[in-house]
């Protein structure tokens, strides 16, 4: 049994890839196939779209007032170089094997299909509950344009609070009521997202780069108008005197870093459409690193600027950037921009992600671990629409139940597991399979991979020792689903028993 639970996926092509068509080409002669369509600057432009969004409108804020004051900029720093350790190891993985699958395809071929599998159910906590945990973050802006709408017409269009947030908070790691009944525009973001990513990856990726430029250009003007409202004040103590285990103080500062990195989640999700690049040799390593380097440029200015603008302990809100900016009557009208950005910033996270999760289970599927119907693709627009289906209903009903915080912290924890595992996979990689063409090496892999698994597993440690109990209990349900289901249909591994 634990030959079959580490036997590692081939990495040479298959035999049946066609001549010119990118190695690891990952489909079945006969059957639909995924889509080329995307190139480096769709790359980019996705990974823009995936990072910028719930961080800089949202866990800002609220991690500063909570956990780090005006030092929050240095947890966007060490979360943004475990992220940028752990992106320089997904460029070389992502240009040598260019399949859907992300850090699941990576660690099946390097450190087993048990491993594989665990690393693909965290995956599924991330982009699943990513697009649940940021849905109802869209809501709140929402209702907060509803709201400003109905200042400006004297009119009562806003929704009640019964039925734009969440009817279950978690207390002690149980779901505990909080009075409303149900988060109606977080269904409905859900709903439109989804059926957006049904009809096609082109037509995806054109919207969200339509999205993306809006919101850079809120963000832009953002930094340029608020930079002369800045009170150097405001970031006076820097990094405010501990008062307790991770509430400011150095510790404050490693505590915000593990809520913060819920920010860079969508980085990796370009890796996820690696099957669906151009070419994606050249073009993966641009995407991934490109957009890493533009997001946590970004972050940093605009947590400078924010804590600079309004003192930190008010800006713990739903949505902080308006909460700072209300501070100041003559930039009303920017406030304003600003929740219309944080809605097309929040929107183009839902979409990386809502993208990302199906094709996960497509690759899942594909090797035999979860129902094969997770790898259907619709013959016309060329998508995994069975996928996309199911992951938009569990995504709507978990952003129509919960809120935003736990799932929140979930999501970090799954990708920083995942995160570690590519670090190491990459390491092995080396030793086991030199002689593999590597279009992007790491630099200084000896150093890089073990200090980006360390730094991924300290973050990880930050959020898992206060939520133990409910990333436990989404392993144990997964490991049932693996050895119920997974470990007797795995494809690798019935093929590997018939060759004897």
Avoid at 34 to 42: D, E, G, I, Q, Y
Avoid at 66 to 79: I, N, Q, R, T, Y
Avoid at 165 to 189: D, E, Q, R, Y
Avoid at 260 to 267: H, K, L, M, Q, R
Wanted: some cysteine; aromatic content about 12%; charged content about 10%.
């Amino acid at each position: 049994m634990s030959r079959g639970l580490f036997i590692t996926k081939p990495v040479e092509p298959a035999p049946h890839v066609d001549a010119g068509e990118p190695a690891h080409a990952d489909h079945l002669q006969g059957e639909a196939t995924l889509k080329r369509a995307l190139t480096a600057k769709h790359l980019v432009m996705l990974g823009i779209g995936g990072v910028i969004g719930a961080g800089i409108f949202v866990l800002t804020g609220q991690a500063a007032a909570a956990h780090a004051g005006p030092a929050v900029v240095l947890s966007f720093v060490l979360a943004g170089f475990a992220c940028a350790l752990a992106g320089l190891c997904y460029a070389e993985f992502a240009a040598m094997l260019p399949v859907s699958g992300s850090a699941y395809s990576y660690s099946y071929a390097t450190l087993g299909e048990f491993v594989a599998w665990f690393i693909g159910w965290c995956l599924v906590l991330e982009y699943l509950f990513a697009v649940a945990t940021v849905s109802v973050g869209w809501s709140g802006y929402f209702n907060e344009l509803l709201q400003l709408l109905s200042d400006l017409t004297g009119t009562s269009i806003a929704l009640p609070k019964e039925l734009a947030s969440a009817p279950f908070t978690f207390v002690n790691g149980a779901p505990t009521p909080t009075g409303t009944v149900i988060n109606l525009p977080a269904i409905g973001i859900v709903a439109a997202i989804s059926w957006l990513c049904y009809v096609g990856i082109t037509q995806s990726a054109f919207v969200n780069a339509i999205i993306v430029t809006i919101k850079l250009v809120v963000i832009l003007l953002f930094l340029a108008v608020a930079v002369r409202y800045i009170q150097p004040e405001n970031w006076h103590p820097f990094i405010p005197e501990s008062e307790g285990p991770g509430k400011f103080g150095w510790g404050g500062i490693a505590r915000a870093a593990a809520i913060v990195f819920f920010s860079y989640i969508g980085f990796d999700a370009v890796s996820t459409a690696a099957g669906e690049a151009k070419n994606p040799q050249r073009d993966m390593p641009i995407g991934i690193l490109g957009s890493l380097f533009i997001c946590t440029l970004l972050y940093i200015l605009v947590s400078g600027t924010l804590t600079g603008i309004a003192d930190f302990r008010i800006l713990n809100t739903p949505e902080p950037v308006a909460t700072a900016l209300a501070q100041y009557t003559s930039l009303n009208w920017l406030r304003g921009l600003v929740v219309i950005g944080a809605l097309a910033g929040l929107s183009s996270v839902i979409l990386v992600m809502a993208i990302a999760q199906p094709r996960i289970f497509y690759t899942m599927s594909k090797d035999g671990l979860i129902p094969r119907f997770f790898s259907k693709i619709h013959p016309k627009y060329q998508t995994p629409y069975v996928g996309t289906i199911i992951v938009g209903i569990l995504a709507a009903s978990l952003a129509a139940s919960f809120e935003i915080g736990v799932l929140g912290e979930l999501v970090s924890m799954g990708t920083l597991l995942a995160f570690a595992t590519v670090c190491i996979g990459v390491l092995v990689l080396r030793y086991t399979r030199p002689d593999l063409p590597r279009p992007f090496r790491v630099p200084l892999a000896i150093v890089v991979c073990p200090v980006g698994a360390l730094a991924c597993l300290f973050l990880f440690w930050q959020a898992f020792s206060e939520h133990w109990r409910l990333m436990t209990a989404w392993v144990a349900i997964g490991m049932v689903i693996y050895f119920v289901y997974g470990y007797r249909n795995s494809k690798i591994r019935k093929a590997a028993i018939a060759a004897g």
